[in-house]
């Protein structure tokens, strides 16, 4: 059974921080692009962060660029999202997602979901 968990939300002040986790199991994790979305209540889901099958090449949305960084370990079989400097705009449920294919951060490019962690950013 193919299977993406997330773990490590919560609730934060501003210029906090969270390490976000995504266990993967039930197919070839090293294989697959992977990524990290998040949707706010009222708002489209939206690409934070990509990063390659093997970890060498990452890529960030404008938003999130030098607070976030994304990363993995493919021997754990494990995707990371490490958040720093958190806003309140930052606030939404966050997903980790595959591909098997190329890195993306367009939401119709991947197939397999998490069910999504909660982080809540007070001003």
């Known amino acids: 059974q193919v299977q993406l968990v997330e773990s490590g939300g919560g609730s934060v002040q501003a210029g906090g921080s969270l390490r976000l986790s995504c266990a993967g199991s039930?197919?070839?994790?090293?294989?697959?692009?992977m990524a990290w979305f998040r949707q706010a209540p009222g708002k489209e889901r939206e690409g934070v962060a990509t990063?390659?099958?093997?970890?060498?090449?990452?890529y960030y949305a404008d938003s999130v660029k030098g607070r976030f960084t994304i990363d993995r370990d493919n021997a754990k079989m494990t995707l990371y999202l490490q958040t720093y400097n958190l806003k309140p705009e930052d606030t939404a449920m966050y997903y980790c997602?595959?591909?098997?294919?190329?890195?993306?951060?367009?939401?119709?490019?991947?197939?397999?979901w998490g069910h999504g962690t909660q982080v809540t950013v007070s001003s």
């Open positions: 997602a595959a591909r098997d294919g190329r890195s993306s951060l367009r939401n119709h490019d991947y197939d397999l």
């Open positions: 039930g197919y070839t994790f090293g294989t697959h692009s």
């Open positions: 990063v390659s099958n093997t970890g060498k090449y990452t």
